[in-house]
T-cell receptor, first 113, second 114 residues
Framework: EAQVTQNPRYLITVTGKKLTVTCSQN?????MSWYRQDPGLGLRQIYY???????DKGDVPEGYKVSRKEKRNFPLILESPSPNQTSLYFC????????????FGPGTRLTVT | AQSVTQLGSHVSVSEGALVLLRCNYS??????LFWYVQYPNQGLQLLLK??????LVKGINGFEAEFKKSETSFHLTKPSAHMSDAAEYFC????????????FGSGTRLSIRP
């Protein structure tokens, strides 16, 4: 089944404790992206990747890191999480940027206390 | 810079009534435009998209949207609402000459009254 998977689905952590949210897709997509969803703000793009080893900042990259060492994986790293990073995170992939449909993962709900 | 404005954070219609969700965008280059739907506790899925072909775009579940360049709008409509249409709807526009960045609107929650 074609899908985007994220792990974990739920995470409660404390301020400053490094964490990684994994994202994997099995559709051989070139483009991958991370978003955060907050009430009243919609989805905001954190980082995106057009291809392996190519990443770029979205609109809200501060406090996040990403890497794209393999085409299928695009982990999101929070080196020192803070309470303002409490949010619902979505990973998505598409064939390429531009006009192509994005396929979204199920989401990761992160709480930072 | 590109932006997206969705008018109305919450829209409520009766079952069988017309659904109209509004989206206005700003873009310095010809945009790609999308409508996505999010059902409770799920990720987003594509309803329809505009990619500079026909200005009237038909999507899944009976939804359609019309690209109006003069009004910089891409409103989503459905002639007759169904209870299963209750969800949150997001309009999105690509940004930049490479269309690699994507800007989402703040979303509109659609409620259907029996």
């Amino acid at each position: 089944e074609a899908q985007v998977t994220q792990n974990p689905r739920y995470l409660i952590t404390v301020t400053g404790k490094k964490l990684t949210v994994t994202c994997s897709q099995n559709m051989n997509h070139e483009y991958m992206s991370w978003y955060r969803q907050d009430p009243g703000l919609g989805l905001r793009q954190i980082y995106y990747s057009m291809n392996v080893e190519v990443t770029d900042k979205g609109d809200v990259p501060e406090g996040y890191k990403v890497s794209r060492k393999e085409k299928r994986n695009f982990p999101l790293i929070l080196e020192s999480p803070s309470p303002n990073q409490t949010s619902l995170y979505f990973c998505a992939s598409s064939l390429a940027g531009g006009p192509y449909e994005q396929y979204f993962g199920p989401g990761t709900r992160l709480t930072v206390t | 810079a590109q932006s997206v404005t969705q008018l109305g954070s919450h829209v409520s219609v009766s079952e069988g009534a017309l659904v109209l969700l509004r989206c206005n965008y700003s873009s310095s280059v010809p945009p790609y435009l999308f409508w996505y739907v999010q059902y409770p506790n799920q990720g987003l899925q594509l309803l329809l998209k505009y990619t500079s072909a026909a200005t009237l775009v038909k999507g899944i579940n009976g939804f359609e949207a019309e690209f109006k360049k003069s009004e910089t709008s891409f409103h989503l409509t459905k002639p007759s609402a169904h209870m299963s249409d209750a969800a949150e709807y997001f309009c999105a526009v690509t940004q930049g000459s490479s269309a690699s960045k994507i800007i989402f609107g703040s979303g509109t929650r659609l409620s259907i009254r029996p």
